[in-house]
């Protein structure tokens, strides 16, 4: 035996870790049932362990006295498993993990203290419990996951009544069962016998266990009579109704269990669903008078999300079958063949009422039963019982629905506070919550988190003429903007204004404005050529750019009477791609309104200064040589076969006001062309200032948690590979920015509950365990609640303290020259968001390298 042991151990020369890697595959190989007289003889190293071989041991041995498990059990005893071979290639990734994940402090300590609350609440562990991961294997393989719940529930008497269970291979207890290894004698259908398998695996920690803690409040959710609407859970019970617009609001939760820094929180933010109360058919009945009925149909429903009432589950239609009815018979559970109207009579006492509408196509991705990979599966949806969700594109243009709907959807801190409150109180007042808590050993806080934060003082916004600005708690700096010089003016000298018939009017008006507008500006304006267009035809529109627009114009401003996607595609193209030209796109009906067309014409005036490369506004920076780039990426519609855009903007002076902007088409979110647009950034900064930079600051928007550790790998190492290929000492700081988080923070003023004031960070308890991240509140909302930013400072050779990163953080808020007041995420990365969509949504071609270094996107 010891001889054949030998030969498996032969690694053919490999060492380390390939070696060791190599023996712990081979170990997989012995079987669990290896009876205990049977003795393998494994030559041991006498050499004791140090350093990290010695904490690994350390680590395993504690694990295993945790959680009792005996030494003679661990070694293969008599009537026992060997479940050191079975268990220890997990277990030894799992003290990995332990080694490689350390919670991480990230606290800074500018600004002034704040007492705030968010929507997390405390879920603590009672002592002595814990989940407990076994497996479950059958002999023979059981493919039907409802056959695996079946057999797992059938003996759950034996194993206790509390369980969790995935249909798959994994099974979580709450305690520990007296044998590490049981069988039990189940049957299929049929009658041929299967033996079921259970083995222990491990005590999961805390942070191990989210996912069975998410499941638990899914069920809590449906113990509450919440209904599930997509990710999250709405009650139905409590819906609004808006009878003028036909639409029902939803009120609901998103509902997630993270462990962070405080410990195990549940996090409780409040939702709403939008739905209308016309099913599809009835819209179909509304589009049938139309000539081109079926490809508007096609166009108002495809790519749609559908509820059906009778299980409240959401679909997205991929497609529409003309040529199946509710009449078409489908093979059923059992194989016989079935119509849809008859399942429905059957299964929900549903009477379909028109036998002829055709059926919506559902497209689902799920696994294959072989495990060769997924397969696409067909749903068929009947118009009649599937009802539309969200808004139309006309819904949110209509001001009126907007308004009616934000009474319900706008939800103000308080009033959430009074949702989580509610919500809590019904979880205490269930038996049916508090005992599915118990099984676990949880108990759920009564109230929401207290916690510290900070507020910077405000900015100061430098203008022309050295004049300054300090900037007040909204936020805001409009009336600033419009009486100061800019601080970088451009003189527009030689423009083209193209205009229709009909809008002469408003392009004279237009015209005489902006050339009054110069002097407040701080340059001076010219009268431009005013361009008459004999109709709004696109080819009219190409004609005129190419007669008029070479390369003395500056910018060309087009007057349009309609506001339509394939005329502005046709101006952006000739513009941006093959004439390359600052270009201007205005709606006629902005300019009629006497009464506002001032205040719009002086911010039109503002965006082709910067278009031209002006600078409107600056603030001080403490650094020099410092670069800050920011990146985001543009996804086309959904089912869409176009590529993403990936856009990078970096700065390119020390006031942080003049920007460099590229980008490319690539596949999915993350980019493999960073090496690309990254060498022309530094060879752009070097050409303008002399010098590469001493530090480079990346802030990275729209990546999710699941996509960080790519991120890492695969972007943060292509900035290194770059700055090794130039030989260069540059120290680079990359910081992931998330917007769509369900955090909400709240400002604690004596017993109300209000908007925290912009500048406001919190960057402890309710942060990452094991990242180094904060949250920033920039803005000022004057309704609702505001959303904090998420920041998460991925990789970091710059060492930057905590404070100087977040203070850099709310500066860039301050620099975006669409919107005189703070946004939402930094200048850049809205900057990049912009250039990303119009590449997008209508270049789909490279941008002329002269306008590379301008914001000609805004």
Not at 433 to 461: C, P, Y
Not at 523 to 552: F, G, H, W
Request: include cysteine; charge should be positive; proline fraction near 4%.
């Amino acid at each position: 035996m010891s001889f054949e042991y030998q030969k498996m151990g032969d690694t053919g020369g490999a060492r380390g870790r390939a070696a060791l890697l190599e023996k712990l595959k081979q170990r997989q190989t012995l079987q669990v049932g290896i009876p205990a007289q049977t003795e393998i003889d494994v030559p041991k190293p006498q050499v004791k362990p140090t350093g990290r071989a010695a904490l690994l041991k350390k680590l395993q041995e504690s694990r295993e006295k945790k959680v009792g498990i005996a030494p003679s059990v661990a070694s293969g005893g008599e009537g026992s498993v060997n479940f050191s071979a079975v268990t220890e290639k997990v277990e030894t990734l799992s003290i990995r993990e332990e080694l490689s994940k350390e919670p991480v402090t990230y606290h800074g300590e500018a600004g002034k203290p704040v007492n705030l609350t968010s929507n997390y609440i405390k879920l603590k562990v009672e002592k002595d419990r814990g989940v407990f991961e076994y497996e479950v294997r059958f002999r023979p393989d059981v493919d039907s996951k409802n056959l695996r719940f079946k057999m797992v529930s059938s003996h759950m008497g034996e194993m206790g009544n509390i369980k969790m269970f995935d249909g798959g291979s994994v099974l979580y207890l709450p305690k520990l069962l007296t044998d590490h290894y049981t069988q039990f004698q189940c049957a299929l259908p049929s009658g041929e016998p299967v033996v079921m398998e259970i083995i222990y695996k491990r005590q999961r920690s805390m942070g191990e266990c989210l996912h069975l803690y998410n499941v638990l409040f899914k069920k809590i959710m449906r113990i509450l009579m919440y209904s599930q609407m997509g990710r999250n859970y709405f009650n139905p019970n409590d819906k609004h109704m808006i009878p003028q617009h036909r639409l029902e609001v939803y009120p609901g939760f998103a509902v997630t269990v993270d462990e962070l820094e405080d410990g195990l929180l549940l996090c409780l933010d409040t939702q709403h669903r939008v739905l209308r109360s016309q099913n599809v058919y009835e819209l179909m009945a509304e589009l049938s008078r139309s000539p081109n009925f079926r490809q508007d149909f096609a166009k108002a429903v495809i790519g749609s999300c559908v509820l059906t009432r009778y299980n409240n589950k959401t679909y997205i239609v991929d497609d529409i079958s003309w040529e199946s009815s509710p009449l078409d018979q489908f093979s059923s559970m059992d194989g016989t063949a079935i119509s849809f109207k008859d399942y429905y009579k059957n299964q929900y006492n549903i009477i379909i009422q028109n036998d002829t509408q055709p059926l919506l196509v559902h497209r689902q991705s799920i696994k294959a039963k072989d495990g060769s990979g997924k397969v696409d599966r067909m749903i068929c949806l009947v118009p009649e019982l599937c009802f539309l969700t969200g808004l139309t594109d006309a819904m949110r243009a209509d001001f009126k629905v907007m308004k009616d709907v934000a009474q319900y959807t706008r939800v103000t801190p308080a009033q959430r506070m009074n949702a989580l409150k509610t919500y809590l109180k019904n979880v205490a007042n269930s038996p049916d919550a508090q005992q599915a808590l118990a099984n676990w050993g949880l108990v759920l806080d009564s109230d929401t988190i207290q916690l510290q934060g900070r507020i910077f003082d405000t900015e100061t916004i430098l203008f022309g003429d050295n004049k300054e600005f300090k900037v007040r708690n909204n936020g805001d700096w409009t009336r600033a903007a419009g009486e100061f010089k800019s601080t970088l003016p451009i003189d527009l000298i030689n423009w083209v204004v193209f205009h229709t018939v009909r809008d002469k009017q408003n392009a004279s008006k237009f015209s005489d404005t902006m050339t009054r507008m110069g002097s407040s500006m701080g340059c001076m304006v010219q009268r431009p050529r005013l361009i008459l267009l004999k109709d709004d035809r696109n080819e009219t529109y190409i004609q005129a750019i190419q007669e008029n627009i070479n390369s003395a114009v500056q910018v060309a401003v087009f007057i349009c009477p309609t506001l339509r996607a394939d005329r502005y595609t046709v101006i952006k193209k000739m513009c941006n791609t093959q004439i390359p030209v600052a270009s201007q796109v205005i709606m006629s009906r902005t300019l009629s309104n006497d009464q506002k067309a001032r205040a719009i014409i002086q911010k039109i005036a503002l965006q082709i200064n910067c278009k031209l490369g002006g600078v409107l506004w600056t603030l001080r920076f403490p650094f020099k040589n410092w670069m800050i780039v920011g990146i985001d990426v543009y996804h086309g519609p959904k089912g869409s076969k176009s590529d993403s855009i990936c856009a990078m903007v970096s700065s390119m002076n020390e006031s942080v006001s003049r920007w460099f902007s590229t980008a490319v088409p690539q596949k999915g979110e993350l980019s493999e062309f960073y090496k690309m647009m990254f060498t022309k950034t530094l060879e752009n900064y070097r050409r303008i200032n002399g010098t590469f930079p001493s530090k480079i600051v990346v802030f990275r928007d729209g990546v999710g948690d699941g996509q960080l550790d790519q991120c890492l790998r695969y972007e943060v190492s292509q900035f290194e590979e770059v700055v090794k290929q130039f030989e260069l000492d540059i120290k680079i700081c990359f910081v992931i920015v998330q917007k769509r988080i369900s955090t909400r923070i709240f400002l604690q003023n004596r017993q109300e509950l209000t908007n925290p004031e912009p500048g406001t960070v919190l960057d402890n308890s309710v942060t990452r365990r094991y990242h180094s991240d904060f949250y920033l509140v920039p803005q000022s909302v004057r309704q609702g609640t505001v959303n904090p930013t998420h920041y998460i400072v991925l990789h970091d050779t710059c060492k930057l303290k905590p404070d100087h990163v977040q203070r850099l953080a709310f500066k860039l808020c301050h620099l975006y020259y669409n919107w005189s007041g703070t946004v939402r995420v930094p200048a850049p990365c809205q900057y990049a968001h912009k250039l990303a969509a119009l590449y997008g949504q209508h270049l789909n071609k490279p941008v002329a390298p002269e306008l590379a270094d301008k914001l000609y996107y805004l």
